[in-house]
């Protein structure tokens, strides 16, 4: 088919069947959009993968109409998290609290107080909010919060141990998503990395033994990181906290507890693998403790400090404090986070969803996958069936630890599992699963029990599309 068969754009936009389309977008944005697609039909033409039909006004309409709704969705929008993995980096990791995201909708479209004493009219401290909290929490003399759990690591070894060695186990040289490396991190902050120990044991005597040893520069800080990504097994030893904290006072060192995710809660108690409680570090003495905010604490992204009022008033005293701080928003949602653990921890199980998640009960994760097979069982085409799976804390959480949950696995006679979950993805909310054995398999222990129509409407809409087609 010959070039000037092409439709013209300006002949395209003054056609009935874009007349919709003028009303809805505007014209500026229906007239980049029918540019694009009549290049895109230039192109198919020169190939020989376009025809007659895909002339017609109609179809170019419906490719411009196309093109504009998928312009018009935001990049950050929601999406249904049907994988099983509760803190998942790639979806934001931990889901707020209603409390969170009422405290934001109800400061986001105006002035809010963050740096000001209501009380005085004078200038306060920004973080102040939650550092009052965390202090209660945690039992910490002090507080403060920045960016995310590496700023916090790299503003405490750069505002306590800057210039002087730094001792940390060869077994806890942690590397995390994003090629977040422990050791080049400690390089940036301008300490000097003193290796202890080896992989998979380090005793208190290659502490001492570093302690003790002359040489320049002097030792300035223990550090311990918490293996939060990984687990070594088998022939292993490391040092406790209560340990290290004895030892660095002994030698006037600090000593800093990274611990990674953190929590707040005795996981352990709740039939999970034990993760190390931030109070506990705290009352070891610990002169600061960092961890995240958007983990196993459940609420938005931050690195959180705590710990001996001096160490964190030297944190808060550095250049880089400023840098590292978060915006308004995220004091707002922690702050939101924190008083549910006010409540004691059953309350906050309860209240905090990554943590109602990691914790939800068979029966629930049962009943909420029957749920969702029932409501697939009438597809025409569609194959569900529920069954028992795997979920996964995420982010580095609760590492090498499936935990038993209940999922529906679904295929389409005719349409590979890759293709289907591609298409979820694409849907409207997209649903984001997983492709195991085969078959797209739907995790119930991400679903909320609103979800699972919505899970459903989708798979509803694509066999029909199938059946359609």
Do not use: W
């Not at 306060?124 to 920045?146: I, N, S």
């Amino acid at each position: 088919m010959p070039l000037r068969a092409l439709p013209a754009v300006g002949k395209l936009l003054d056609s009935g069947e874009f007349a919709p389309l003028l009303a809805d977008h505007g014209r500026p944005a229906v007239t980049r959009a029918t540019r694009t697609a009549v290049e895109e039909l230039r192109a198919a033409l020169e190939a020989g993968t376009a025809g007659e039909d895909d002339l017609a006004p109609a179809a170019v309409r419906a490719r411009v109409e196309a093109a504009l709704l998928a312009a018009a969705r935001p990049y950050y929008r929601r999406v249904i998290n049907a994988t099983g993995v509760v803190l998942h980096t790639n979806l934001g990791r931990a889901p707020l609290a209603a409390e969170a995201v009422a405290a934001l909708a109800a400061t986001a479209g105006g002035a809010q107080r963050l740096e000001v004493d209501l009380e005085s009219g004078e200038r306060g401290g920004r973080d102040e909010g939650c550092a009052a909290l965390l202090r209660e929490l945690t039992g910490a003399e002090a507080a403060t919060v920045v960016n995310n759990n590496a700023g916090a690591t790299l503003l405490v070894l750069a505002a306590l141990a800057r210039g002087r060695r730094v001792v940390l186990s060869r077994g806890e040289m942690v590397e995390i998503g994003g090629s977040f490396r422990v050791p080049e991190i400690l390089r940036e902050s301008g300490a000097v990395l003193a290796e202890v120990g080896t992989t998979n044991r380090t005793h208190l005597r290659d502490y001492r033994a570093v302690l003790a040893a002359a040489g320049d520069p002097a030792p300035g800080l223990i550090l311990k990181v918490h293996t939060s990504n990984y687990r070594v097994e088998g022939f292993t030893a490391e040092v406790g906290i209560e340990e290290l904290v004895v030892l660095g006072r002994e030698h006037g060192v600090p000593v800093v507890h990274d611990l990674g995710s953190g929590c707040l809660v005795d996981l352990a108690a709740r039939g999970l693998p034990a993760e190390p409680l931030v109070r506990r570090s705290v009352a070891a003495g610990a002169d600061a403790v960092c961890f995240s905010g958007d983990k196993l604490l459940g609420g938005p992204q931050g690195g959180i400090l705590v710990g001996r009022r001096e160490a964190i008033e030297r944190c808060r005293r550095h250049p880089l404090y400023r840098a590292l701080r978060p915006g308004r928003l995220v004091y707002g949602a922690l702050e939101a986070t924190l008083r549910l653990y006010r409540d004691g921890e059953e309350a906050a199980l309860a209240a905090v969803p990554a943590l109602a998640r990691l914790t939800a009960d068979p029966a629930t994760l049962a009943g909420r996958a029957g749920r969702l097979a029932a409501a697939l069982a009438g597809i025409a085409g569609l194959a569900a069936e529920a069954v028992e799976c795997a979920s996964q804390a995420g982010s580095g959480s609760l590492p090498a630890c499936d935990l038993p949950s209940r999922g529906v696995r679904v295929t389409l006679p005719g349409r590979p599992a890759a293709d289907l979950a591609a298409a979820l993805r694409r849907g409207d909310p997209p649903v984001v699963a997983r492709v195991q054995d085969g078959a797209v398999l739907l995790d119930v222990r991400t679903l909320t029990d609103a979800e699972v129509e919505e899970v459903a409407a989708a798979l509803r809409r694509l066999a029909g599309g199938a059946a359609g087609a």
